[in-house]
């Protein structure tokens, strides 16, 4: 059950697009089709932004989108804001286990 | 709205044990999991473990097989997770989220409970 792997941080301007891509094995992301997605702020707790790979919860931004390829799912992020600056966790399933990524922080430039 | 509220911050010294509470309210779920999720300070999310209120079962991390035990008060819908033999490296935020079962994610998170383990 090792940690799904994302890269430790990505930046853009203002309106730019980012990709956070998160990689893990057959066992978890590339044998299920449940990533979610995690935005944190910093001293606050995670908020669900992406679950079933692609699908948004009510009130989350469409600016906001999830895909996956194998065994690497990737989130999305357009027209970027500054209040998206934050730290992004992927998640997977992995049968009756959960494990999550390593985390991405994202800055807004 | 749904609401997990947890209990407060405890300091603890090496070899003891905490039990944090996770009150849920405000929800209509019929069924539904409760998680346990923590957070070393500055590092990243680790799941731990979860507990199904219906029937009590538990399902946990490897890691944590034989230190953390998960129960819950169904008549006032509130959980606890309680970790033993503590070390230096269990100082942790430690979060409860709800999952509508089998939707197979966390759509609420309690506000976190900070751990800390020091001599």
């Known amino acids: 059950q090792s940690a799904l792997t994302q890269p430790r941080s990505v930046s853009g301007s203002p309106g730019q697009s980012v990709t956070i891509s998160c990689t893990g094995t057959?066992?978890?992301?590339?044998?299920?089709?449940?990533v979610s997605w995690y935005q944190q702020h910093p001293g606050k707790a995670p908020k669900l932004m992406i679950s079933?790979?692609?699908k948004r919860p009510s009130g989350v931004p469409d600016r906001f989108s999830g895909s996956k390829s194998g065994n690497t799912a990737s989130l999305t992020i357009s027209g970027l804001q500054a209040d998206d600056e934050a730290d992004y966790y992927c998640?997977?399933?992995?049968?009756?286990?959960?494990?999550f990524g390593t985390g991405t922080k994202v800055t807004v430039l | 709205q749904v609401q997990l509220v947890q209990s407060g911050a405890e300091v603890k010294k090496p070899g003891a044990s905490v039990k944090i509470s996770c009150k849920a309210s405000?929800?209509?779920?019929?069924?539904?999991?409760i998680h346990w999720v923590r957070q070393a300070p500055g590092q990243g999310l680790e799941w731990m473990g979860t507990?199904?209120?219906?029937?009590?079962?538990?399902n946990r991390a490897q890691r944590f097989q034989g230190r953390v035990t998960m129960t819950r008060d169904t008549s006032t819908d509130t959980f606890y997770m309680e970790l033993r033999s503590l070390r230096s490296e269990d100082t942790a935020v430690y979060y409860c989220?709800?999952?509508?079962?089998?939707?197979?994610?966390?759509?609420?998170w309690g506000q976190g409970t900070l751990v800390t383990v020091s001599s």
């Open positions: 405000g929800h209509t779920f019929t069924t539904y999991y």
């Open positions: 998640c997977s399933s992995a049968g009756t286990y959960y494990v």
């Open positions: 507990i199904n209120p219906r029937g009590g079962s538990e």
């Open positions: 079933d790979v692609s």
């Open positions: 057959s066992s978890d992301v590339g044998g299920y089709n449940y």
């Open positions: 989220a709800l999952e509508t079962t089998a939707t197979k994610k966390f759509d609420y």
